[in-house]
Antibody, heavy 125, light 107 residues
Framework: EVQLVQSGAEVKKPGESLKISCKGS????????IGWVRQMPGKGLEWMAI????????RYSPSFQGQVTISADKSISTAYLQWSSLKASDTAMYYC??????????????????WGKGTTVTVSS | SYELSQPPSVSVSPGQTASITCSGH??????VCWYQQKPGQSPVLVIY???NRPSGIPERFSGSSSGNTATLTISGTQTMDEADYYC??????????FGGGTKLTVL
């Protein structure tokens, strides 16, 4: 069974650093892009970034570029999302999701077929 | 980057057809997916590549696209389909963009 297991809930203070994780199993981890999606309390989904564990190629949403860092360790089938200095506005649920490349006519994109259960991050003084 | 617009809410009676639209000026020839999210749960892929259903998703879910608008259609809507639905498309680079989400109420 393909699974993504995320790290547990975090409570941090503004200015602190944080790294959350997402461990894949049941598939060839380094062959699929994997990414992160944010959901702030009571709000919609926001696509943040993806990484290809095979060569660590990354893509970021302009909204999150420079705010977070995505990384992966293919030797342990784990992807990470990292903050160097948290803000209260980073309070949210963060989901990791496997991205599968697909084509439709002349267009290409990814569908997220497997999701983790989410990691709640609370940033409060 | 660009924006995708969805109606905030759609209501439907059980057994009827629900249609949820997603509009964006770059949606022509775009790769569109739809996700269902129930309260307290992770999103679930219900449509990919505009009109394909993953295994395990009921046949009553279908997708279509015309011009700058993509549509998720749920035929014979059931109470279990009550959820938030998000469309998603891809810009260059690639960059994923979600619509704002539509709350489907079945009553």
């Amino acid at each position: 069974e393909v699974q993504l297991v995320q790290s547990g809930a975090e409570v941090k203070k503004p200015g602190e650093s944080l790294k959350i994780s997402c461990k894949g199993s049941g598939y060839s981890f380094h062959d699929y892009w994997i990414g992160w999606v944010r959901q702030m309390p009571g709000k919609g989904l926001e696509w943040m970034a993806i990484i290809y564990p095979g060569d660590s190629d990354t893509r970021y949403s302009p909204s999150f570029q420079g705010q977070v860092t995505i990384s992966a360790d293919k030797s342990i089938s784990t992807a990470y999302l990292q903050w160097s200095s948290l803000k209260a506005s980073d309070t949210a649920m963060y989901y990791c999701a496997r991205h599968v490349l697909g084509y439709s006519g002349s267009s290409a994109g990814y569908y997220m077929d497997v999701w983790g259960k989410g990691t709640t991050v609370t940033v409060s003084s | 980057s660009y924006e995708l617009s969805q109606p905030p809410s759609v209501s439907v009676s059980p057994g009827q057809t629900a249609s949820i639209t997603c509009s964006g000026h770059k949606l022509v020839d775009s790769y569109v997916c739809w996700y269902q999210q129930k309260p307290g749960q992770s999103p679930v892929l219900v449509i990919y590549q505009n009109n394909n259903r993953p295994s395990g998703i009921p046949e009553r879910f279908s997708g279509s696209s015309s011009g700058n608008t993509a549509t998720l259609t749920i035929s014979g809507t059931q109470t279990m389909d009550e959820a938030d639905y998000y469309c998603q498309a891809w810009d260059r680079s690639p960059e994923g963009v979600f619509g704002g989400g539509t709350k489907l109420t079945v009553l």
